[in-house]
C-alpha cells in the first residue's frame, strides 16, 4: 500500500458532521482521476453479444445447412426426404417423388447465398418436376411446402418456370374446395381432381390462404384468392358462441366432430393465417376474424401457472379446461401475438416454451405444464420455438432472444445431428435417435435460425412467411 507525506485535515462541526480538507496535490490528482474516469467511454452491455459473434453464428448455420443438405443430395436425392440413420430415402407417395427437400429448401439457400447450389436445385426443379401424377396427395402439406416453396423462390429468383409450375399445381389442387360448405376435402388426386377425406380440421382449412392468395395476385386469377377465403369465413362462422373452434369438422355438413379446442396442431396455423392473410394482402375482414377469435383463445384457454403463461385446451361450448398441455406445435404462438402487437404477452408465452426446452434440454412434442412432465416425448426437428425468437428479435431487438437461439442451435448439433445429416429424436429425455430429416428442416429450423443471426439478408418488414417459412412479399 503506498503512502504520502501529505497531512489531510478533518474539522468537526458543531452539529458533529465532518469536513475533509485533501492537501493542495492530493486534491489535485483526486480531480483530475474524477476528469478522466468522466470522459471514459462506457462499457458495452454484457447481454449484448458482439456483432461478430453474431455473424460467426449465421456462417455456422449456413455450414450446417450445407452439410445437411448435401447429405440429403448423396443418400436421397432425388427423393424427398433423407433417413439419414441408415442413409436412405423417403417418398411420401410411392414410386412418386415430389422433390419436397429441393422445393423446400431452395428458397433458403437463395437467402443464404448459395449460389452454386440454388442453381443446381433450381435447374433440377425446372426439368424434373411433374404434377402430373395419379396421386392423392393431402391438400394442406402440398399447398405450406410445394406451393409455397415454388412461389417464393420464383420472387427471389425471378425464375418464370418455378411460377408456371406453381399456377400448373394450383389448378390441380383447386378441386379440394368443391365441397358444399367450400371448406377443402383433406386429399385431391393430381391427375383426376377426385376428392376425399370430408372430415378435416381448422388448420387443413385455414391454411390456404397465404399461397393460394399470392398465386391469384401473380397470375391475375381470382379464383385462387376467393376459394380459399370463402374457406376461412365458412370455418370462422362455425365458431362456438364463445367465440373458439373445436379440433375436427365435416367440411360436408358443417358440423363439428370434436369439441376439443387449443392452439396446438389440428389448430394452429388457422390463427397464424387469419392474422396474416390482413398483413400480406391488407384484408380488413381477416383482420376482424383475428382480432375476434384471438380474444376468444386468450379468454378461455389463455392459463397461468406458477407465474408462467401457458394455452392449454378446453371445450370449445363451455370453455372449461379439460387439459394442461403445451408442446412443440403451439410454439409459433409468441410469434403470431408478436406481429399482432401483443408484444408482453408473446414474451411472457416464449419464455414459457423455452423453460419446456431447458426441461429435458430439447423440447418434447408435448409437455404437461402444470406439473412440467413430459407428455410425448418425441422432437421431429420443429422450428416453431425458433420462429418465435426470430419474430420477437425482430420487433423487440431484445438480444436474449439471440441467446436462446444459440441455445437452440447448440442443441440441435449436440443431440440430433449424425454422420449423415440430421435427424428427428423419438425421446428427449433419453435422447434416442429416430431416422428422418423432414424437408422443413432445410425450409424452417434452419432458416430461422440464420436469420436470427443475419437479421439483413431479408427485410422482415416486407415479408409474411407462410407457415414453412416461406417468405412471400407484395410484389403485386
Known sequence: MACTSER????????????????????????????????????????????????????????????????????????????????????????????????????????????????????LIAEKLSFDRDISVKNFEITIRLLGGLLSAYQLSGDSRLLALAQDLGNRLLPAFDSPTGMPYMYVNLKTGKTSGAVSNPAEIGTLILEFGTLSKLTKRDVFYQKPRRALAELFRRRSAIGLVGEEIDVETGQWKSPTSHVGGGIDSYYEYLVKCERLFGDEECGRMARESLAAVHRYLADEVDGGLWYGEADKDSGKRTSTTYGALHAYLPAVLAISGDVARARRLQDSGFRMWTLAGIEPEVLDYKVMKVVSPGYPLRPEIIESAYTLYQVTKDPRYLEMGKRFFEDLKRFCRTDAGYTVLKNVVTKEKGDLMPSYFLAETLKYLYLLFAPDALDFGRVVFNTEAHPLKRTW
Not at 443438405?69 to 443418400?75: E, I, L, T, V
Not at 433423407?82 to 410411392?94: F, I, N, T
Request: hydrophobic share 45%; glycine share 4%; charged share 20%.
Open 8 to 123: 489531510i485535515a478533518i474539522s468537526i462541526g458543531r452539529d458533529g458532521s465532518r469536513t475533509t480538507k485533501l492537501p493542495p496535490v492530493t486534491e489535485a490528482r483526486f480531480f483530475l482521476s474524477a476528469l478522466l474516469l468522466a470522459l471514459a467511454p462506457l462499457p458495452s452491455p454484457a447481454a449484448e453479444p458482439p456483432p461478430a459473434d453474431n455473424a460467426v453464428l449465421a456462417q455456422a448455420v449456413r455450414s450446417e445447412f450445407q452439410f445437411a443438405w448435401q447429405a440429403y443430395a448423396r443418400s436421397a436425392l432425388p427423393h424427398d426426404e433423407l433417413k439419414p440413420v441408415s442413409r436412405g430415402s423417403r417418398d411420401w407417395h410411392e414410386g412418386a417423388s415430389l422433390l419436397m427437400t429441393p422445393v423446400d429448401a431452395l428458397d433458403t439457400m437463395l437467402l443464404m447465398g448459395l449460389t452454386e447450389e440454388a442453381e443446381k436445385t433450381r435447374t
